[in-house]
């Protein structure tokens, strides 16, 4: 069916959905508990569970560095990650547009199976839908994972005296899914990448992780000022610290943009005591999607709730979340 387009006929739920489950889905996806093609998933498990669920609308659909099959088994495995959680399951409900191309389809489903698999997740259960459309196609992830005895790990943790950590550039994903759609010629590439490996490093380390949160819509200002108003604390950070890539640094000269406001789909902030910093740091550095990672702060006390930024000539910005609309369809 490699050439066909998907038409509303797929979503019947008779004898084309289940040639389109058996020969896009179930294919790359296969393992024991879907193989069963029940009507839920039943999978072993105990203790404290954490629950994510993200819905992923970007445009274009396949983008340089990923596709929304990579991108959505990224966010939602960052988000368990985030939490101290080890990923272990994913659902996804696929919304297809009629007129969609099934070549695309399977691409797209090749590399969930092919992220999931990096990323230590198991594909448990799934739905497709088909609406009338061009083409377009949105695709729902939930994700499951088991958070270790005495893991508390959250956006409200933050100490004075925590170091804020980066784990690599500012930006970059933001950049490629603007420059595909403005048509400019850059090989800025998306950073979407699952932080398994990174965070799996750090939490083997017996470091005491006050917070991690993923870099995403919004940017690192969003996030920062997020958890300093959630921890009530004051985050200070130097702006020439942070990571950026000179690619992305003329792009955003170009556009006028900030790379500070621009979303990651594979990078994260993590706030550790300022003892254990440099320690933290190497460790990110060593592990997959981390050697660009910087200390780029410290938590105080001064003014609880605000996001400052030392300027490189010596001035201090304070920093708000993202004003505005950002970049529509981004993730
Ligand atoms: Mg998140």
């Known amino acids: 069916m490699s050439d066909q387009t998907i038409t509303m006929v797929h979503g019947s ?18 393992n024991d508990t879907l193989n069963k093609m029940e009507d839920s998933a039943v ?17 274009p659909l396949v983008f340089r560095g990923g596709d929304i099959g990579r991108l959505c088994v990224c966010g939602t495995v960052n988000d368990l990650l985030m939490r101290g959680a080890v990923p272990r399951y994913l659902t996804c409900g696929f919304i297809l547009e009629e007129g969609l191309s099934v070549e695309l ?30 083409g377009g196609m949105y695709i729902n992830t939930a994700g499951v994972g088991f958070v270790p005895e005495g893991v508390e790990i959250s956006s409200k943790k933050a100490r004075a005296g925590d170091a804020i950590i980066v784990s690599g550039t500012m930006g970059d994903h933001h950049a490629a899914i603007l420059g595909e759609r403005m048509n400019i010629e850059t090989d800025i590439a998306s950073d979407n990448a699952p932080l398994t490996d990174m965070v799996s490093a750090l939490m083997d380390s017996g470091i005491e992780i006050h917070t991690m949160r993923d870099v995403t819509r919004g940017g690192l200002g969003t996030v920062l000022k997020e958890l300093a108003s959630a921890s009530s604390k004051t985050f200070i950070i130097k702006d020439a610290a942070v990571p950026v890539t000179p690619k992305v640094k003329d792009f955003c000269g170009l556009l006028g943009l900030d790379p500070v406001y621009m979303g990651n789909e594979g990078k994260m902030v993590v ?14 550095k060593g592990s997959a999607y981390g050697e660009e990672a910087a200390i ?33 369809r981004i993730c």
């Open 296 to 328: 780029i702060g410290e938590v105080t006390e001064e003014e609880p709730g605000e996001l400052l930024m030392k300027t490189e000539i010596g001035g201090i910005r304070k920093l708000d979340i993202l004003q505005g609309e950002g970049l529509p």
């Open 271 to 284: 706030l550790v005591p300022g003892a254990d910093a440099e320690k933290a740091l190497a460790i990110i």
């Open 13 to 30: 739920g008779g004898s084309a959905t289940g040639e389109l489950i058996q020969e896009v889905f179930a294919k790359e996806f296969r």
């Open 43 to 59: 999978i072993p498990g105990s203790g404290t569970i954490a629950v994510t669920t993200d819905s992923f609308v970007v445009t």
């Open 105 to 134: 389809l399977k691409k797209v489903v090749r590399s969930m199976a092919e992220t999931a698999r990096e990323a230590g997740v198991t594909i448990v259960a799934g739905d497709t839908k088909v609406v009338e459309g061009s």
